[in-house]
């Protein structure tokens, strides 16, 4: 008898999964009251998925950008070094010689000029 009544629960599922699927459980009185509800929590769980999509996806890009703007960072850093190095006057006039250029520094350097 034990047998027959676990054979009758696992018939009961299976009824119970076979009634969902034909559609035969939107005929029941009690979904045919609450469809409006039914359909609320429906529209509530794909707008909480869809948010979630959205947020991992922003998550994740701003985690690229944040890798992005660290990498660009160092960039900016080396090259301003290399800039501050490269605007003195002693490796402004080295590089001019290496150049060629005849280019000297003035005898007589330019006077301010104030107007009152």
């Given at each position: 008898m034990a047998a027959e009544s676990g054979h009758d629960k696992?018939?009961?599922?299976?009824?119970?999964?076979?009634?969902?699927?034909q559609g035969k459980a939107?005929?029941?009185e009690f979904f045919l009251?609450?469809?409006?509800?039914?359909l609320y929590l429906f529209l509530l769980g794909v707008l909480y998925i869809s948010l979630n999509f959205y947020y991992e996806k922003s998550i994740a890009a701003n985690k690229n950008n944040e890798t992005i703007?660290?990498?660009?960072?160092?960039d900016?850093?080396?090259k301003n070094a290399k800039l501050l190095y490269k605007s003195k006057r002693g490796e402004?006039?080295?590089?001019?010689k290496q150049k060629g250029?005849?280019?000297t520094k003035p005898e007589n350097p330019a006077k301010r000029i104030i107007v009152d």
């Open positions: 696992k018939q009961g599922k299976l009824t119970l999964i076979g009634i969902l699927f939107l005929e029941n009251r609450n469809r409006k509800f039914i703007i660290k990498n660009l960072n160092a900016y850093s080396s402004i006039n080295n590089l001019l250029s005849e280019v």
